[in-house]
């Protein structure tokens, strides 16, 4: 009886040896000590080599990247490129990502003589377009850039044949999709289209039916799900002063200290508390280093390199980290700020626990921040364990953004002992109208009395407390009466000016201008219709009397 070949292939681990891929590449792929493929890997690698289009959905961490990078090494190793039209496109969300692919093509295809390019801003567009120039196998690069160059005129894109857009949802979160339409529309339509992604939000699955042709769908994990082997932890810090930035950065620290943190991420939601935590930590004598977006790529790149030698244990990054980082052996990820999209939860996270491996992942959040964790644990599906840390005060989240608006003083919410309910001015704030003035023990059953008259007597209009009407206020002035009648001494007011007048003699009857600043001479009488136009009268210059001699003719 013939054995099922499905059955033995459960019981047996599959290897890259049978996969299809050529010796050569088995040889580097072995040398870079991987065995074994993943599950993303042993389903995408095969239909890319059959040159079907594919819309490969993964948990980050999963090794999607060896999953089209291996085979588009055997397929273009049968070629050669031209110059300034590169035969293969990689896009890439961030330059951290596309360094990383490009360090993969190294490392995979180094026994194959293949061009590689690398469009990424914060650098020489000159050194990149001499590379162009020489003709590239593969092309990695990111949408801006890309369309920099090709807006240059030295970048031809009609000659692709595999194209691969990788991390389609955070291109969708970071608004490249417009740049990314674009360039599929430069690009052959006789292509192989690769589109990978971590989730797969409904907008993504628009432009796969936009941009594939009856592709093979491959999904080996739930999207939007982090990985079994990270351990979850949340601790709710109470709230304190400056948005409890104070009290979360005592939670880290305790965090740093309970934990053997071998080397972690911490991310913040804002560039701007990117700084404060890293000089926080600075302070405090950890060696830590800090990554955002608005570094230039020199600075991005020492701190990255430095971080994965391990001669930085701690990184503070914003989301710009999030995807790129491939370092499989990262023990912690610390959430500063709970994210305020629930995928990138996911994404932060999936930095640890990679390749199997296990790894502990904290978030610290505040009171208000309910909304937020609501959707993160309705998107992975399971409620993240509340801990505990020591000397830090935790509190309970709260779900209702109303309440905790009214708690923060938010704008455009009362709250008790305050005028406006708000810290800012106008609408809602200290200074802002106050539609009920009567103080908040008044008795709200009496009338509101009205404003005494402020009369020149000054006696009827009182001051002191809101109900004390019984002293006068000694340094009351009485406003000036209005004073109709003519006063030569004082100045014409606006009340005393005579209303607009129509007609044709407005002008005549019209005041003169108080504010006038010289006193005009008497109007000249007009000027006949009819009167001749005098010139210089009788004088007639000297110039014009003199004798001009006549030149006599040759």
Same mark, same amino acid.
Request: net charge positive; with cysteine.
């Given at each position: 009886m013939r054995r099922n070949p499905a059955v033995r292939w459960n019981k047996k681990l599959m290897s890259f040896a049978d996969l299809q891929l050529s010796e050569t590449l088995l040889r580097a792929v072995t040398d870079a000590g991987y065995v074994?493929?993943?599950?993303?890997?042993?389903?995408?690698?095969?239909?890319?080599?059959?040159?079907?289009?594919?819309?490969?959905?993964?948990?980050?961490?999963?090794?999607?990247?060896?999953?089209?990078?291996?085979?588009m090494i055997d397929i273009l190793a049968a070629g050669r490129a031209k110059?300034?039209?590169?035969?293969?496109?990689?896009?890439?969300?961030?330059?951290?990502?596309?360094?990383?692919?490009?360090?993969?093509?190294?490392?995979?295809?180094?026994?194959?003589?293949?061009?590689?390019?690398?469009?990424?801003?914060?650098?020489?567009?000159?050194?990149?377009?001499?590379v162009l120039e020489r003709g590239a196998d593969v092309l990695i690069a990111t949408p801006g850039r890309l369309l920099d160059v090709f807006d240059r005129g030295r970048l031809l894109l009609n000659d692709v044949r595999i194209?691969?857009?990788?991390?389609?949802?955070?291109?969708?979160?970071?608004?490249?999709?417009?740049?990314?339409?674009?360039?599929?529309?430069?690009?052959?339509?006789?292509?192989?289209?690769?589109?990978?992604?971590?989730?797969?939000?409904?907008a993504i699955r628009k432009l796969a039916d936009a941009f594939l042709s009856n592709p093979k769908e491959i999904t080996v994990a739930p999207p939007s799900t982090p990985a079994e082997?990270?351990?979850?932890?949340?601790?709710?810090?109470?709230?304190?002063?400056?948005?409890?930035?104070?009290?979360?950065?005592?939670?880290?620290r305790r965090l740093i200290e309970g934990e053997e943190v071998r080397n972690a991420l911490i991310f913040c939601n804002?560039?701007?508390?990117?700084?404060?935590?890293?000089?926080?930590?600075?302070?405090?004598?950890?060696?830590?280093?800090?990554?955002?977006?608005?570094?230039?790529?020199?600075?991005?790149?020492?701190?990255?390199?430095?971080?994965?030698?391990?001669?930085?244990?701690?990184?503070?990054c914003s989301d710009v980290a999030a995807r790129g980082l491939d370092i499989s052996d990262m023990s912690h990820v610390f959430n500063f700020d709970v994210p305020t999209s629930p995928e990138d939860y996911v994404h932060r996270i999936g930095r640890t626990g990679r390749a199997g491996r296990s790894g502990r992942a904290f978030t610290i959040a505040v009171p208000e921040d309910g909304k937020y964790v609501a959707l993160i644990e309705k998107l992975i599906g399971k409620t993240i364990p509340?801990?505990?840390?020591?000397?830090?005060?935790?509190?309970?989240?709260?779900?209702?953004?109303?309440?905790? !608006? *009214?708690? &923060? =003083?938010?704008?455009?919410? %009362?709250? $008790?002992?305050?005028?406006?309910?708000g810290r800012g001015r106008g609408r809602g704030?200290?200074?802002?109208?106050?539609?009920?003035?009567?103080?908040?023990?008044?008795?709200?059953?009496?009338?509101?009395?009205?404003?005494?008259?402020?009369?020149?007597s000054g006696e009827e209009f009182r001051a002191g407390n809101p109900g004390d009407q019984t002293k006068p206020r000694e340094d009351y002035r009485p406003r000036r009466e209005h004073r109709p009648e003519a006063d030569p001494e004082r100045p014409l007011q606006r009340a005393d000016r005579p209303q607009h007048i129509e007609g044709p003699d407005a002008a005549a009857q019209r005041?003169?201008?108080?504010?006038? !600043? *010289?006193? &005009? =001479?008497?109007?000249?009488? %007009?000027? $006949?219709?009819?009167t001749p136009v005098v010139g210089m009268g009788d004088h007639v210059p000297a110039f014009l009397l003199r004798d001009v001699p006549l030149r006599k003719k040759a």
């Amino acid at each position: 009886m013939r054995r099922n070949p499905a059955v033995r292939w459960n019981k047996k681990l599959m290897s890259f040896a049978d996969l299809q891929l050529s010796e050569t590449l088995l040889r580097a792929v072995t040398d870079a000590g991987y065995v074994n493929p993943t599950p993303i890997q042993e389903q995408a690698i095969p239909v890319v080599l059959m040159g079907r289009d594919i819309l490969g959905c993964a948990q980050t961490g999963t090794g999607k990247t060896a999953s089209f990078t291996l085979p588009m090494i055997d397929i273009l190793a049968a070629g050669r490129a031209k110059a300034r039209m590169p035969r293969s496109l990689i896009l890439e969300p961030t330059r951290e990502l596309a360094a990383q692919v490009a360090d993969n093509f190294d490392t995979y295809g180094k026994h194959h003589k293949l061009a590689k390019a690398l469009i990424i801003g914060g650098e020489s567009m000159a050194d990149q377009i001499k590379v162009l120039e020489r003709g590239a196998d593969v092309l990695i690069a990111t949408p801006g850039r890309l369309l920099d160059v090709f807006d240059r005129g030295r970048l031809l894109l009609n000659d692709v044949r595999i194209l691969v857009i990788d991390e389609a949802d955070r291109m969708l979160d970071m608004g490249f999709i417009p740049d990314v339409e674009r360039i599929v529309s430069l690009v052959s339509r006789m292509r192989q289209t690769l589109l990978f992604s971590a989730t797969m939000p409904p907008a993504i699955r628009k432009l796969a039916d936009a941009f594939l042709s009856n592709p093979k769908e491959i999904t080996v994990a739930p999207p939007s799900t982090p990985a079994e082997t990270v351990t979850q932890g949340l601790i709710v810090v109470a709230h304190g002063g400056m948005g409890g930035l104070k009290e979360k950065r005592e939670a880290l620290r305790r965090l740093i200290e309970g934990e053997e943190v071998r080397n972690a991420l911490i991310f913040c939601n804002r560039k701007r508390d990117v700084g404060v935590v890293h000089r926080s930590l600075t302070r405090h004598g950890y060696d830590v280093g800090l990554l955002h977006g608005d570094l230039a790529q020199s600075q991005r790149t020492d701190v990255l390199d430095r971080f994965k030698a391990g001669d930085l244990r701690l990184l503070v990054c914003s989301d710009v980290a999030a995807r790129g980082l491939d370092i499989s052996d990262m023990s912690h990820v610390f959430n500063f700020d709970v994210p305020t999209s629930p995928e990138d939860y996911v994404h932060r996270i999936g930095r640890t626990g990679r390749a199997g491996r296990s790894g502990r992942a904290f978030t610290i959040a505040v009171p208000e921040d309910g909304k937020y964790v609501a959707l993160i644990e309705k998107l992975i599906g399971k409620t993240i364990p509340r801990i505990n840390v020591d000397t830090v005060e935790v509190a309970e989240l709260e779900e209702d953004d109303r309440a905790a !608006r *009214r708690r &923060r =003083g938010g704008r455009g919410r %009362p709250v $008790e002992g305050r005028a406006g309910g708000g810290r800012g001015r106008g609408r809602g704030g200290d200074r802002g109208v106050v539609r009920d003035e009567r103080p908040a023990h008044a008795d709200r059953t009496q009338p509101i009395r009205p404003h005494a008259d402020r009369s020149a007597s000054g006696e009827e209009f009182r001051a002191g407390n809101p109900g004390d009407q019984t002293k006068p206020r000694e340094d009351y002035r009485p406003r000036r009466e209005h004073r109709p009648e003519a006063d030569p001494e004082r100045p014409l007011q606006r009340a005393d000016r005579p209303q607009h007048i129509e007609g044709p003699d407005a002008a005549a009857q019209r005041p003169p201008s108080a504010g006038s !600043r *010289r006193q &005009r =001479g008497p109007a000249r009488p %007009p000027r $006949e219709v009819d009167t001749p136009v005098v010139g210089m009268g009788d004088h007639v210059p000297a110039f014009l009397l003199r004798d001009v001699p006549l030149r006599k003719k040759a």
